[in-house]
């Protein structure tokens, strides 16, 4: 992982309080956090940092959507989804004064000014590291942004540069990733020069991994793609299947370049 990161599950937890919310979308609420340990954080030197959020003996994990060290106020963004979970509904009842205990931040990827194309490709749970990704591209950056969410009720405004073309998928009754995995497959993409941050359902990450290693032949050190969560699964379940998850992906694309070869 990259350098000035603070590994998140060693870190001495820090305490943060809740200054005010925003409501973004039907999913997303949006929690402003304030306090001395805020002050004390280290530079966001990437654009998918995150902290674990203590809720007792379970953590969650979520972007930091912005760190605004005049004010001493940093922005996370809750995916909401009713009462299931558990930060989701605690983001949704937040108000100013209540406290949060968490670990972080961890991070490591930020997108190369350089390339001559970025993808961004990703769920509500996604949003918030493609948004700051977006902000930290040149303003003549070329970017193709695809965000899968449930309906025209969920589009948020998003930071763009002049040649950024954002595609909403909208999901509807359709099982979570799929609509966004088909989307972005419809197209061509440059093996090289191509810049890719992928993240959302791990079912969509399985099939655009195929879709970009074996089909496109991506080299994987320009690709970002990881699953932040898998339908009917908790975060605790996804974490402690995750390692066999992206194993078995791996040797499926093993199996498949090889075919291609012979």
């Not at 961890?106 to 700051?132: K, M, N, Q, R, T």
């Not at 965000?147 to 025209?152: D, F, L, M, S, T």
């Not at 359709?174 to 359902?201: D, K």
Request: glycine share 6%; net charge negative.
């Amino acid at each position: 992982m990259a350098n000035q990161r603070e590994h998140p599950r060693r870190a001495t937890p820090r305490r943060a309080t809740v200054l005010r919310t925003e409501r973004l979308s039907p999913e997303l609420v949006r929690v402003i956090f304030t306090g001395p340990d805020i002050e004390t954080l280290p530079e966001l030197v990437h654009t998918d940092h995150y902290i674990k959020i203590l809720f007792g003996e379970v953590t969650r994990t979520y972007t930091i959507r912005a760190l605004d060290r005049q004010r001493n106020e940093m922005a996370v963004d809750f995916v909401v989804h009713g009462t299931a979970g558990l930060a989701g509904p605690w983001a949704a009842a937040a108000r100013p004064g209540d406290e949060i205990e968490f670990r972080g931040p961890g991070g490591a990827w930020s997108p190369d000014p350089d390339a001559d194309l970025h993808l961004l490709v990703g769920d509500e749970a996604a949003v918030p590291a493609i948004a700051a990704a977006l902000e930290r591209l040149p303003d003549d950056a070329a970017a193709e942004v695809f965000i899968e969410v449930a309906g025209p009720a969920s589009r948020i405004d998003l930071p763009t540069t002049s040649a950024t073309t954002v595609h909403w998928v909208y999901r509807g009754d359709r099982h979570p990733g799929l609509p966004l995995a088909q989307a972005v497959q419809e197209c061509r993409w440059p093996a090289e020069g191509l810049c890719a941050f992928v993240h959302g359902n791990a079912d969509m990450i399985k099939d655009l991994r195929r879709f970009l290693f074996v089909e496109l032949g991506v080299p994987r050190e320009q690709v970002s793609i990881s699953g932040y969560w898998r339908t009917g699964l908790t975060e605790d379940d996804w974490q402690a299947s995750k390692r066999e998850f992206v194993a078995a992906m791996e040797r499926d694309e093993q199996s498949l370049a090889a075919d291609q070869r012979d």
